[in-house]
């Protein structure tokens, strides 16, 4: 079976002889304080920052998902509020999160056929929360319009949710300052991680907030990271599996490169299908989820289903297009080979 299930998602196939290697190197048993465990920190951080293109003064953290992420961002880097401005399923998820630690959050949804400059509310938060790629309808907040989002809110703090694009897209990190990541998706390995990047005014504001109530209160994460440890036990298997991935992989431009072709491929090959995709402006359409329409609920999950007797693991809908979409992931982990057998079937199914 192949999967293209939007996350968890493909796994690199060389993890497989990665997880052996880590039980052999004797790492998993080593204390976290070890010079050896350091080392391996210190590399990883080093790598992503050379392999996805991360300006060298910001500062990586690793922790547990991106819902840990939500919940750090309320609180260590909301001093009196943040404002959601998302489209989808996974910016209402983050909404939600931060509303039940700090009442006065606040949203604004936009329409997910629309850019998300078209009509920027005015705000007192202090911190604004984007969701870059909304894994629930396909819908990814290009380069171009976060620089816009900058523009306008150039005193605030900027979080962005890239779950579902990180290490498959080629991110303008100096347009916002926090950035964060499960590794389940466009990373290719196994749940149980986030990576979490923050531009030195982040870190500033966290000083400045000054929280220390919680474990995961950021100035103890990025004060034990800035001496490559970690607040308490890590995930030492996943930190070990994303450095030898980390080291395998292309540098980003060229991923992004491969995944834009990719995804232009499927734009040919659904125009002549019987589906549409959710969303047909291409400017806020996503390169690494595929959100597609059907034309009934039956013809979905038919679909759905002669896929996986062909081998193919496809997502379902999500949220409020549960019903009436399916999901292809177009992530990096995934061969062009293997897009391509499921792009014969997507034509072979009319
Ligand atoms: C998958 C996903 C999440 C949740 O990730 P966890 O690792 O389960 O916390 C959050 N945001 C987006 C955009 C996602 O795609």
């Not at 796994?11 to 304080?33: C, F, M, T």
């Not at 620089?147 to 991110?171: C, F, H, N, P």
């Not at 059907?294 to 999500?318: H, P, R, W």
Request: hydrophobic share 35%.
């Amino acid at each position: 079976m192949v999967c293209f299930y939007p996350g968890p998602a493909k796994i690199y196939p060389s993890v497989k002889q990665h997880l052996n290697e880590a039980y052999d190197s004797g790492l998993l048993e080593r204390n976290h304080r070890s010079a050896p465990f350091e080392a391996l920190l210190k590399e990883t951080v080093s790598l992503l920052k050379e392999k996805l293109a991360v300006p060298s003064v910001y500062s990586i953290s690793f922790v547990s998902s991106a819902t840990e992420c939500w919940e750090i961002c309320t609180q260590s880097f909301t001093e009196e509020k943040s404002l959601h401005i998302y489209n989808g399923a996974f910016g209402k998820k983050w909404f939600d999160y931060a509303k039940r630690i700090n009442a006065s959050a606040e949203r604004f949804v936009y329409d997910c056929h629309q850019s998300i400059i078209e009509k920027l509310p005015k705000t007192d938060a202090d911190l604004i929360c984007i969701t870059h790629n909304e894994t629930s309808n396909g819908t990814q907040v290009n380069s171009y319009d976060l620089k816009k989002v900058r523009e306008v809110y150039s005193d605030q703090l900027i979080a962005v949710d890239a779950t579902s694009s990180m290490a498959g897209v080629e991110l303008p990190f100096e347009e916002a300052d926090i950035w964060y990541a499960s590794v389940q998706k466009c990373f290719g390995l196994p749940a149980g991680m986030a990576v979490l990047i923050c531009s030195p005014k982040a870190v500033e504001q966290a000083k400045q907030i000054d929280d220390n109530r919680f474990y995961n209160s950021y100035n103890f994460i990025e004060k034990n990271f800035s001496k490559s440890q970690t607040t308490h036990t890590p995930n030492i298997l996943g930190i070990y599996l994303l450095n030898k991935v980390m080291e395998e992989i292309s540098p980003i431009t060229k991923i992004s490169q491969q995944l834009q072709k990719q995804a232009k491929e499927w734009a040919e090959v659904i125009q002549k299908s019987s589906f549409d995709f959710l969303i047909e402006n291409e400017s806020v359409r996503s390169d690494t989820v595929l959100a597609i329409k059907g034309k009934s609920l039956e013809q979905i999950t038919d679909f759905i289903k002669q896929a996986e007797q062909n081998g193919f693991v496809i997502g379902k809908g999500y949220g409020e297009w549960k019903e009436t979409t399916f999901r292809i992931a177009n992530f990096p982990a995934i061969s062009e080979l293997e897009t391509t057998s499921l792009q014969h079937f997507f034509e072979s199914y009319g």
